[in-house]
């Protein structure tokens, strides 16, 4: 895998395309995470539309494993969540209903999120009540809580997410040893997302160098206007 001097020095071949001021490691390190950022969020938000996305965004992605056991309802998030993807929970019926015996164990493959604003609407709406067939998730703090309704008790709860996104940093130091890790860490991502942030990163650089000399003609020319 690419390490963040590889990356470095593949930004500053994008930026030997354009008229750009000397590219410094500190520099790096701010427009390539920030483009890390903006990469896994566009992707996100279309991870269950495009293909192409889930593959992208899979190098990130994380199940828990074994499922995390409910208490109330209510289970706290892994230590490096990020964004929620899907989410499963297993549940036991406490009544007979319907096919369901009395201690039957259903897995409820897809639960959709109920956002905090939606829930009293929820609970006086009686068609959209939580029930076993129109179980909801939703997030508080660092908790996540599950509601599939009076006649169900939620068991486990199994999360697909994002993880909290790698920081990838190069020293600025040229006393330090690149070969260490700590100074000089590796890019965990498949090589064809790596030249996008590559680019990315050369993107960034640019637009905020342009927006500082925009400022900088703007300054000069209500200067001159005084």
């Given amino acids: 895998m690419a390490k963040a001097l590889d990356a470095y020095k593949a930004v500053q071949h ?35 539309v495009l293909q192409k996305d889930v593959d992208d965004v899979r190098s990130v ?34 009544q007979k209903v319907g096919r369901f015996a009395l201690n039957e164990e259903f897995l ?14 929820r609970e006086e709406n009686f068609y959209l009540r939580a029930s076993h ?23 486990t709860v199994t999360i697909q997410y994002i993880k909290t996104l790698p920081v990838i940093y190069l020293s600025p130091n040229p006393a330090d040893d ?4 700590a100074y000089n860490t590796t890019i965990p991502f498949p090589t064809h997302v790596y030249y996008e942030l590559v680019r990315k990163c050369a993107d960034l650089f640019i637009e905020n160098i342009e927006s500082q000399r925009l400022a900088g003609r703007l300054q000069l020319k209500q200067m001159r206007a005084e």
Avoid: C, M, W
């Fill in 14 to 48: 994008e930026l030997d395309k354009h008229a750009s001021p000397t590219f410094e490691p500190e520099q790096f390190n701010h427009f390539f995470n920030s483009g890390v950022e903006e990469y896994f969020a566009e992707n996100y938000a279309r991870y269950d």
């Fill in 61 to 94: 992605v994380k199940t828990t494993d074994p499922p995390l056991a409910l208490t109330d309802k209510k289970v706290a998030l892994p230590a490096d969540y990020r964004h929620i993807l899907r989410v499963h929970v297993l549940g036991k019926f406490t």
């Fill in 108 to 121: 409820f493959k897809r639960v959709e999120r109920r956002l905090s604003d939606e829930q009293g609407y």
């Fill in 133 to 155: 067939r129109s179980p909801y998730y939703e997030l508080e703090g660092g908790n996540i809580i599950v509601d599939i309704g009076p006649k169900v008790t939620p068991l």
């Fill in 178 to 181: 690149l070969n260490q890790e």
